[in-house]
């Protein structure tokens, strides 16, 4: 199926390729303005987003595949970032992954069996004298303890509307 931006957001990348000198320039922020809308990058995005700055559609997909920042396969609704980078690493980050691998019955790069969360692994997030850290749907949580994290997902768990559950599973399906 197709991919539209709604009118709001049409208008969104009128303003945002006004700001750039070409319109390559613009490819990574419109990128971001379909994912936030989509929730991930489809084939149907790329092709709207190559139409929309006239480049090719492999060039657009070299910029989704390279940036982990994109999601190329539907997430939850809640997007948790783990990171396991040296610092984090040594402070503990391994027994922070697998603590949330079993606390949401799957493993990293897969979405929790409730369908509330999506696990994933980062790269350093530039935090390391508060390691180990996660992010969570952009919002950085960090020194953690598994307790620590347990009251950070408990909470958002708690917020996440059942409708986008349902839409998230079935985006897996
Ligand atoms: S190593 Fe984890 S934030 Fe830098």
């Known amino acids: 199926m197709t991919f539209t931006l709604t009118p ?40 709207y987003v190559a139409n929309r700055l006239s480049l090719p559609t492999s060039q657009v997909k070299g910029v989704v595949t390279f940036y982990t920042m994109f999601h190329q396969k539907p ?52 935090a390391c004298g508060q390691a180990p850290m996660l992010q969570l749907n952009g919002e950085f949580h960090e020194n953690l303890t598994t307790d620590a994290v347990d009251k950070v997902i408990d909470a958002a768990a708690a917020e996440t509307p059942a409708q986008a559950v349902t839409k998230a599973v079935s985006g897996h399906g």
């Open 8 to 47: 709001e957001r049409e208008k969104q990348a009128d303003d945002l390729l006004g700001r750039y000198p070409t319109k390559r320039a613009a490819c990574i922020p419109l990128l971001h303005l379909c994912q936030e809308q989509n929730g991930w990058v489809s084939d149907e995005v790329i092709e």
């Open 75 to 126: 997430v939850a609704p809640n997007v948790v970032w783990v990171c396991r980078t040296l610092m984090c690493e040594v402070r503990g980050a391994k027994v922070i992954q697998e603590h949330l691998e079993k606390k949401f019955g799957c493993h990293v790069g897969e979405t929790s069996q409730d369908g509330k969360f999506t696990l994933l692994k980062a790269e350093c997030l530039a």
